[in-house]
């Protein structure tokens, strides 16, 4: 399991480039990133080699966010590998919130962050079809 | 055991006020028609003299008074003293239009400041407490008035005026403030600025506060009293009037006293100008009893609100006025409905939004669009869109219930509706009309 950090972003102009500004300035790489939206707000999903730094200059910055553990899986970047995964969460009757992905320079590597509706049976199934899932020091030293 | 500054004015019996009250309107109306000129036209035009004035009964054949008149006297036109024995002006914000300057001799400043001592005293405040008074200081009557009062009681009383919350903080802390004086929203902002700071409650000495200029619902004042853990009470006045002391709350927190030696309150429809029976909503009319320097006959408040004389546990026995429930200056029509921010406010609250909140109307082709921005915060927060969404429509559905109008939500990111020092501005209305 991963942290997850996620921020409440008004919907308006430079709303986005000011939170990125933010973790630039503090010197945070971001691994993964995927935004939501709805039609007036927007959520910004992060996962960051530092999570504490992250929360932290976010706040004083005027940011509202939250924390969540996410499951982090590492595939095979080839056709298959992603609906391989998939499949085994729907056998065992878990349903996906939300998935987005990202690739590190390890080659022939890709990442998908996922969040389950139950958390621990994703667990079970990833781990029982030999799906690696990865954790926070791995992401962190990436 | 309830504490009076003036016992034997606050808890006279009725009959006793009617004695006081008529003989000093006979009085107020012969001096009127002697020195303001101005109000001896409004009722020679209305065909009434002094010689009519006999009960408090006739005090509805006297012409009202509106800001638009004061505007029209503006500066000395309405005044009742020669400038020789006026002491002070204070002056309105001004929002709504022209500023109003309203004047007062030595003793209308003393009265006034007794009305601000009985509201010190109504809650719980003695020679003993360390007043706070964070209301601004200057031409607005907020911080003259209370200091005024704070003097009489005995407080040892610490001017800060408005702004600069964390040096606020600091001397309520320092000094060991235990009555705080304010504007509502700057009550729930210095709460909210303590938060941040990692205080509670528990952390600051104050157990009271008195709380006026601007609207503020009950869920508000459940919030203040928690954050700052105090009983907040209501104060009601108007500069043209004195300033705040007109009415104010006591021990029972349910509707404030008008000083009803120093102003007669009425309630008429606002349309027809009929005087309305009492309990009736209505908008509230003063008559300034012991001013001199600017002695306001049937002056129209613009304020809703219902009178009450059912018996305060207290032991006043002054009329008591419900919070305004809206001012019909504040008042929106939209679509055709009445909508008073207050309740929009008592929505929000109720649903655990925060107090700070703005609302935007415009025209969008020939439509009134309603729209309530409402400020993010970490409570309400969760990364699941779905929530926030369901909490959205909550919202909008609890707009519609109270407001009979279907409304537009926004979220906005937290602090980016403009804290007030002094009056929250609520509505801005954009429509061109």
């Known amino acids: 399991m991963v942290r997850q950090i996620s921020v409440f972003l008004e919907n308006k102009a430079g709303a986005l480039a000011q939170m990125t500004r933010v973790l630039a300035d503090n010197n945070i790489n971001l691994r993964a ?44 970047d080839a056709p298959g590998g992603l609906a391989h995964v998939l499949e085994c969460l729907k056998d065992a009757g878990v349903n996906v919130e939300y998935i987005y992905a990202f690739t590190s320079d390890k ?19 990833l781990r029982g079809a030999g799906i690696r899932q990865v954790e926070q020091e791995e992401l962190s030293e990436m | 055991m309830e504490r009076y500054y003036q016992p034997e004015i606050e808890t006279a019996p009725r009959e006793e006020m009617i004695r006081l009250q008529t003989e000093r309107l006979i009085k107020q109306v012969k001096h009127v028609w002697d020195d303001v000129p101005y109000y001896r036209k409004k009722m020679e035009d209305k065909g009434v003299s002094p010689e009519d004035i006999k009960t408090l009964d006739d005090l509805k054949k006297l012409p009202f008074l509106s800001k638009a008149d004061l505007r029209e006297a503006y500066p000395y036109g309405l005044m009742g003293a020669p400038l020789k024995d006026c002491v002070r002006i204070q002056s309105t914000s001004g929002t709504t239009g022209k500023r109003v300057v309203a004047f007062y001799t030595k003793e209308d400043v003393d009265l006034w ?31 003259p008035g209370l200091n005024g009062g704070s003097h009489k009681v005995g407080c040892l009383t610490i001017p800060t005026s408005s702004g600069n919350t964390e040096r606020q903080i600091m001397f309520i802390r320092d000094l060991s403030a235990t009555i705080l004086c304010c504007t509502p929203s700057y009550a729930a902002y210095l709460g909210e600025t303590m938060k941040e700071m990692g205080l509670g409650p528990d952390d600051i000495p104050l157990k009271a506060g008195i709380f006026g200029a601007e609207a ?17 009470y209501d104060i009601y006045g108007l500069t043209e009037l004195s300033g705040p002391g007109v009415a104010f709350e006591c021990s029972a927190q349910a509707g404030m006293h008008i000083n009803e030696d120093h102003f007669i309150a009425e309630i008429i429809d606002p349309v027809t100008e009929e005087v309305l029976p009492e309990g009736q909503q209505g908008e509230l009319v003063f008559t300034a009893l012991t001013k001199r320097a600017f002695p306001l006959i049937r002056y129209r408040t613009r304020d809703i609100c219902v009178l009450s004389r059912e018996k305060c546990p207290c032991g006043r026995t002054h009329v008591k006025m ?15 409905v009445n909508v008073f921010p207050s309740q929009i406010e008592t929505v929000l609250l109720n649903q655990g939004y925060p107090a700070n909140y703005q609302i935007i109307v415009d025209r969008v082709n020939h439509t009134d669009t309603l729209d309530v921005q409402v400020e993010m915060t970490p409570e309400m927060f969760t990364d699941n869109m779905g929530e926030i969404a369901a909490r959205q429509k909550l919202l909008v559905e609890g707009l519609r219930s109270m407001l009979g109008l279907t409304a537009k939500v926004t979220l906005v ?16 209305d954009k429509r061109k009309i």
Do not use: H
């Not at chain 1, 939206?37 to 929360?55: P, Q």
């Not at chain 1, 976010?58 to 595939?75: I, P, R, T, Y």
């Not at chain 2, 419900?322 to 055709?336: A, E, F, Q, V, W």
């Not at chain 2, 980016?416 to 801005?428: D, L, N, P, T, Y």
């Open chain 2, 413 to 428: 990111a937290p602090k980016s509706i403009v804290r007030s020092e002094g009056k929250a501005v609520r509505v801005i």
């Open chain 2, 216 to 232: 503020w619902s009950e869920e508000m004042r459940r919030d203040i009293q928690a954050t700052l853990g105090i009983k907040a």
């Open chain 2, 322 to 336: 419900s919070k305004p429930r809206g001012r019909s200056d504040d008042m929106l029509i939209i679509r055709g």
């Open chain 2, 113 to 143: 400041e007794d009305c601000c001592a009985r509201a010190i005293t109504a809650a719980g405040g003695t020679n003993e407490d360390v007043c706070q008074v964070a209301y601004g200081y200057g031409l607005f009557t907020g911080g």
């Open chain 1, 107 to 125: 080659p022939g590597q890709a990442y998908m962050i996922l969040r389950p509706d139950d958390e621990s049976t994703a667990m079970k199934a």
């Open chain 1, 33 to 76: 990133f995927s935004l939501a939206e709805a039609s007036d707000f927007g959520i910004a999903r992060l996962i960051v080699n530092d999570v504490y730094l992250t929360s932290t200059v976010l706040k004083e910055n005027g940011f509202v966010l939250a924390v969540a553990n996410v499951l982090a899986v590492s595939m095979p």
